[in-house]
Nanobody, 126 residues
Protein backbone atom coordinates (compact mmCIF):
# COMPACT_ATOMS: atom_id res chain seq x y z
CA UNK A 1 0.00 0.00 0.00
CA UNK A 2 1.32 3.44 -0.96
CA UNK A 3 0.63 6.48 1.15
CA UNK A 4 1.40 9.97 -0.15
CA UNK A 5 1.68 12.91 2.20
CA UNK A 6 1.84 16.51 1.02
CA UNK A 7 3.34 19.30 3.09
CA UNK A 8 4.45 22.86 2.57
CA UNK A 9 1.16 24.63 2.00
CA UNK A 10 0.20 27.78 3.82
CA UNK A 11 -1.11 31.31 3.57
CA UNK A 12 1.12 33.69 1.62
CA UNK A 13 0.93 37.02 -0.11
CA UNK A 14 0.80 37.45 -3.85
CA UNK A 15 4.25 37.43 -5.38
CA UNK A 16 5.62 34.92 -2.87
CA UNK A 17 7.04 31.48 -3.54
CA UNK A 18 6.24 28.13 -1.99
CA UNK A 19 7.77 24.69 -2.21
CA UNK A 20 5.41 21.81 -1.69
CA UNK A 21 6.66 18.33 -0.84
CA UNK A 22 5.15 14.93 -1.51
CA UNK A 23 6.58 12.03 0.45
CA UNK A 24 5.85 8.42 -0.40
CA UNK A 25 5.46 5.76 2.27
CA UNK A 26 5.18 2.06 1.59
CA UNK A 27 6.88 1.99 -1.80
CA UNK A 28 10.05 3.43 -3.20
CA UNK A 29 9.19 6.61 -5.03
CA UNK A 30 11.82 5.79 -7.64
CA UNK A 31 9.36 3.29 -9.18
CA UNK A 32 6.55 5.82 -9.47
CA UNK A 33 5.76 8.75 -11.69
CA UNK A 34 4.26 11.64 -9.76
CA UNK A 35 1.85 14.39 -10.65
CA UNK A 36 0.58 17.47 -8.88
CA UNK A 37 -3.03 18.58 -9.19
CA UNK A 38 -4.95 21.35 -7.53
CA UNK A 39 -8.57 22.02 -6.77
CA UNK A 40 -9.99 25.43 -6.03
CA UNK A 41 -13.33 25.84 -4.22
CA UNK A 42 -16.23 24.97 -6.47
CA UNK A 43 -14.00 23.83 -9.34
CA UNK A 44 -12.74 20.53 -10.65
CA UNK A 45 -9.31 19.08 -10.18
CA UNK A 46 -6.72 20.77 -12.39
CA UNK A 47 -3.42 19.36 -13.60
CA UNK A 48 -0.34 21.32 -12.50
CA UNK A 49 2.78 19.28 -13.29
CA UNK A 50 4.13 15.75 -13.55
CA UNK A 51 7.50 14.05 -13.47
CA UNK A 52 8.57 10.61 -14.65
CA UNK A 53 10.00 8.02 -12.27
CA UNK A 54 13.56 8.77 -13.35
CA UNK A 55 13.02 12.51 -13.30
CA UNK A 56 14.15 12.87 -16.89
CA UNK A 57 10.73 13.81 -18.23
CA UNK A 58 8.46 16.55 -16.95
CA UNK A 59 5.36 18.33 -18.14
CA UNK A 60 3.49 21.37 -16.96
CA UNK A 61 0.16 23.03 -17.33
CA UNK A 62 0.53 25.88 -19.77
CA UNK A 63 -1.80 27.98 -17.64
CA UNK A 64 0.96 28.37 -15.04
CA UNK A 65 3.09 30.41 -17.43
CA UNK A 66 6.35 28.85 -16.35
CA UNK A 67 5.88 29.65 -12.65
CA UNK A 68 6.12 26.04 -11.49
CA UNK A 69 9.03 23.63 -11.25
CA UNK A 70 8.64 19.97 -10.39
CA UNK A 71 11.61 17.95 -9.19
CA UNK A 72 12.32 14.81 -7.25
CA UNK A 73 14.83 13.37 -4.82
CA UNK A 74 14.32 9.63 -4.98
CA UNK A 75 16.82 8.98 -2.21
CA UNK A 76 14.47 10.91 0.08
CA UNK A 77 11.27 9.46 -1.44
CA UNK A 78 10.18 13.01 -2.13
CA UNK A 79 8.84 15.01 -5.05
CA UNK A 80 8.77 18.79 -4.89
CA UNK A 81 6.63 21.42 -6.54
CA UNK A 82 8.00 24.92 -6.40
CA UNK A 83 5.74 27.76 -7.43
CA UNK A 84 6.91 31.31 -7.87
CA UNK A 85 5.14 34.65 -8.16
CA UNK A 86 2.03 33.20 -6.60
CA UNK A 87 -1.29 34.78 -7.50
CA UNK A 88 -4.66 34.73 -5.72
CA UNK A 89 -5.96 32.41 -8.44
CA UNK A 90 -3.39 29.83 -7.30
CA UNK A 91 -5.41 29.40 -4.12
CA UNK A 92 -6.41 25.74 -3.98
CA UNK A 93 -5.81 22.43 -2.30
CA UNK A 94 -2.76 20.87 -3.92
CA UNK A 95 -2.64 17.10 -4.28
CA UNK A 96 0.14 14.81 -5.31
CA UNK A 97 -0.66 11.59 -7.12
CA UNK A 98 1.41 8.64 -8.24
CA UNK A 99 1.27 5.76 -10.67
CA UNK A 100 3.60 3.03 -11.85
CA UNK A 101 6.50 4.54 -13.73
CA UNK A 102 5.74 2.51 -16.85
CA UNK A 103 2.51 4.45 -17.32
CA UNK A 104 4.28 7.69 -18.13
CA UNK A 105 2.95 9.53 -21.13
CA UNK A 106 2.47 13.16 -21.96
CA UNK A 107 -1.27 12.58 -22.20
CA UNK A 108 -1.94 11.12 -18.77
CA UNK A 109 -5.08 12.23 -17.04
CA UNK A 110 -6.12 12.17 -13.41
CA UNK A 111 -7.97 8.86 -13.76
CA UNK A 112 -4.73 7.06 -14.54
CA UNK A 113 -3.13 7.83 -11.19
CA UNK A 114 -3.41 5.01 -8.68
CA UNK A 115 -2.47 6.79 -5.47
CA UNK A 116 -3.47 10.18 -4.10
CA UNK A 117 -2.51 12.20 -1.08
CA UNK A 118 -5.00 14.14 1.01
CA UNK A 119 -3.75 17.52 -0.15
CA UNK A 120 -2.23 20.64 1.32
CA UNK A 121 -3.97 24.02 1.29
CA UNK A 122 -2.35 26.98 -0.43
CA UNK A 123 -3.97 30.35 0.08
CA UNK A 124 -2.66 33.43 -1.72
CA UNK A 125 -3.87 36.85 -0.67
CA UNK A 126 -3.37 40.26 -2.23
Amino acid sequence: QVSLVETGGGSVQAGSSLRLSCVSYGRALSTLLVGWYRQAPGLGREFVAAISASGVNTRYSESLGGRATISRENSENTVYLEMNNLKPEDTAVYFCAAAAGSKWSRNMNALEYEYWGRGTQVTVST
